[in-house]
């Protein structure tokens, strides 16, 4: 049960956002679910949805090295559940100054369909297990106690188009966000 619960909520919650997360890398072993650690690696991110977030840049590409989680299933009423990031790349570039009226309503229309489709596998994911009650508190007592840890956050930043003539780029570096 666990590991089906774990392997949904993964693909909800990752699964537009990166592009290589399939079947295969979620196949997550009981063992590791039980134990409570969970650890995907080489994730490419989508860029189409991470712009979707209507940021001050257009990120061009973003990786991420690892990915770790870590559920302390037998105490989950006081201890936190921890995911760990760690190496960010991040490519950006300008953003589109001149985005259209249509483009932003769908961008609008776009986070409400990712809502109701996080609705809609809630309700299947209770609806497929016959504990469906012990599902729904577990999910909500895992993200009532969800700590976050990124680590080396490297951010590029190339811009071409503010000057032709003088194109520059520069870089950021953070070493973790807690």
Avoid at 21 to 26: F, I, P, R, T
Avoid at 49 to 54: E, T, V
Avoid at 167 to 173: A, C, K, R
Wanted: proline share 2%; aromatic share 6%.
């Amino acid at each position: 049960m666990f590991a089906r619960i774990a392997t949904q909520l993964l693909e909800l919650y990752l699964g537009k956002y990166v592009d290589n997360l399939s079947k295969e890398k979620l196949d997550i072993s009981i063992t590791s679910i039980m134990k409570g650690e969970v650890k995907l690696n080489n994730l490419q991110l989508n860029a189409t949805q991470l712009n979707k977030f209507d940021l001050p840049v257009h990120v061009q590409s973003a990786f991420i090295d690892s990915l770790e989680l870590k559920i302390p299933w037998t105490n989950l009423t006081y201890s936190s559940v921890i995911i760990k990031i760690s190496g960010v790349y991040i490519l950006a570039t300008p953003a589109d100054k001149y985005r259209d009226v249509n483009e932003m309503r769908e961008a609008r229309y776009h986070a409400k369909l990712s809502k109701l489709e996080e609705a809609e596998v809630r309700a299947k994911i209770a609806e497929q297990d016959n504990e469906g009650e012990i599902a729904s508190s577990v999910l909500q007592k895992i993200m009532d106690n969800v700590q976050l840890q990124i680590k080396d956050v490297h951010i590029r930043y190339e811009d071409q188009i503010s000057d032709i003539d003088n194109p520059f780029s520069l870089g950021i570096t953070l070493e973790s966000i807690e």
